[in-house]
């Protein structure tokens, strides 16, 4: 008996994730969940350089600035709140000081060029087509910053607008690095402040927009671009709320570690799986919390932790256990 809807995967044959990868994650916070199962398996990754990013026109910005060096100066940044910000980063980035906000603006856009040059791997997660244009400027927002709404009109992204901004994005990071596998995929995180028919809409643009362009891309012979179908996974075969956290809007850690796993399938190698393991036991070691700090029993167990750390930092220099 099925009691679920499994949806297809299919492991690649080339360019999988390994221990001498570097992934590149921008995009919604559903980032952030992926992200975060990268840093605890101690893959090399960066994530929003600029912060949770929700839309393309955002992303699009991010990279067009990446790719251009942008130098950004007091016209790009505004203070509100007690705090400067700019509307193409988000919140975390704000500061007190006018100057350290522009050192991180300009220092973020630095890295994030070398390291799109570096990049084996660009996850781009999407999360919705609702868009903020500031009036003032004419300009799309990538965070509004508790501006007062009125200042802003909101502008739902058309399919072919959706298109546009992903074929400009992949664009843009080709004349960087040609080699790079691109992922896509769409946020599983439920968008209802902005109403539950806006947000099915929303998502069906992002995927209609992606897939066009993957459909377009796929008649070239080496195409490197791709879809993980997050979204799908929690819409089929996670269809209960028990899946979700308590705000009933984000996956919960089940779901997050289930789709990581599907994940985990199709992208990781079945090489750094092994690694993944070794990590997983240090990992889990270095929680572990004894009865007796002073026991022979956990004396030894501390050295042993440390021979597997050592056997592992052996093989990738770049792994640190902190």
Same mark, same amino acid.
């Given at each position: 008996?099925?009691?679920?809807?499994?949806?297809?995967?299919?492991?690649?044959?080339?360019?999988?994730?390994?221990?001498?990868?570097?992934?590149?994650?921008?995009?919604?916070?559903?980032?952030?969940?992926?992200?975060?199962?990268?840093?605890?398996?101690?893959?090399?990754n960066?994530?929003?350089?600029?912060?949770?990013?929700?839309?393309?026109?955002?992303?699009?910005?991010?990279?067009?600035?990446?790719?251009?060096?942008?130098?950004?100066?007091?016209?790009?940044?505004?203070?509100?709140?007690?705090?400067?910000?700019?509307?193409?980063?988000?919140?975390?980035?704000?500061?007190?000081?006018?100057?350290?906000?522009?050192?991180?603006?300009?220092?973020?856009?630095?890295?994030?060029?070398?390291?799109?040059?570096?990049?084996?791997?660009?996850?781009?997660?999407?999360?919705?087509?609702?868009?903020?244009?500031?009036?003032?400027?004419?300009?799309?927002?990538?965070?509004?910053?508790?501006?007062?709404?009125?200042?802003?009109?909101?502008?739902?992204?058309?399919?072919? =607008?959706?298109?546009?901004?992903? +074929?400009?994005?992949?664009?843009f990071?080709?004349?960087? /690095? @040609?080699? *790079?596998?691109i992922? $896509?995929?769409?946020?599983?995180?439920?968008?209802?402040?902005?109403?539950?028919?806006?947000?099915?809409?929303?998502?069906?643009?992002?995927?209609?927009?992606?897939?066009?362009?993957?459909?377009?891309?796929?008649?070239?012979?080496?195409?490197?671009?791709?879809?993980?179908?997050?979204?799908?996974?929690?819409?089929?075969?996670?269809?209960?709320?028990?899946?979700?956290?308590?705000?009933?809007v984000?996956?919960?850690?089940?779901?997050?570690?289930?789709?990581?796993?599907?994940f985990?399938?199709?992208?990781?190698?079945?090489?750094a799986?092994?690694?993944?393991? =070794?990590?997983?036991v240090?990992? +889990?070691?270095?929680?572990?919390?004894?009865?007796?700090? /002073? @026991?022979? *029993?956990?004396?030894? $167990?501390?050295?042993?932790?440390?021979?597997?750390?050592?056997?592992?930092?052996?093989?990738?220099?770049?792994?640190?256990?902190?």
């Open positions: 008996m099925k009691l679920q809807t499994k949806i297809p995967l299919e492991k690649l044959s080339k360019n999988l994730i390994d221990y001498n990868s570097n992934v590149l994650l921008v995009g919604s916070c559903f980032v952030e969940n992926i992200g975060g199962k990268l840093d605890y398996f101690k893959f090399q960066t994530q929003n350089p600029l912060g949770i990013l929700f839309h393309p026109k955002a992303i699009e910005t991010l990279v067009s600035d990446v790719i251009n060096k942008k130098l950004y100066t007091e016209e790009d940044i505004f203070f509100h709140n007690e705090q400067w910000h700019s509307f193409k980063a988000h919140s975390k980035l704000s500061n007190t000081s006018k100057e350290d906000l522009l050192n991180d603006l300009n220092t973020t856009i630095e890295s994030t060029n070398q390291q799109i040059q570096k990049a084996t791997h660009i996850v781009i997660t999407l999360g919705t087509a609702w868009v903020y244009r500031f009036e003032k400027t004419q300009s799309i927002v990538a965070n509004c910053h508790k501006v007062p709404q009125k200042q802003f009109t909101k502008e739902l992204l058309s399919v072919n =607008e959706v298109y546009t901004s992903i +074929k400009t994005i992949v664009s990071i080709r004349t960087l /690095n @040609s080699k *790079a596998s992922i $896509f995929t769409v946020s599983p995180v439920r968008h209802i402040k902005d109403g539950f028919i806006e947000n099915t809409q929303s998502k069906a643009h992002l995927i209609a927009g992606i897939h066009q362009f993957l459909n377009q891309e796929s008649s070239s012979v080496n195409h490197q671009s791709f879809y993980f179908p997050s979204y799908e996974i929690m819409m089929d075969e996670l269809r209960d709320y028990r899946f979700y956290t308590e705000d009933m984000h996956p919960s850690k089940i779901a997050i570690d289930y789709i990581w796993n599907s985990h399938e199709v992208w990781i190698s079945s090489k799986t092994k690694t993944m393991e =070794e990590i997983d240090v990992q +889990k070691g270095m929680q572990h919390k004894p009865f007796n700090a /002073n @026991s022979d *029993a956990h004396q030894k $167990f501390l050295q042993n932790l440390e021979i597997k750390k050592s056997q592992i930092k052996s093989q990738f220099s770049h792994i640190e256990f902190k």
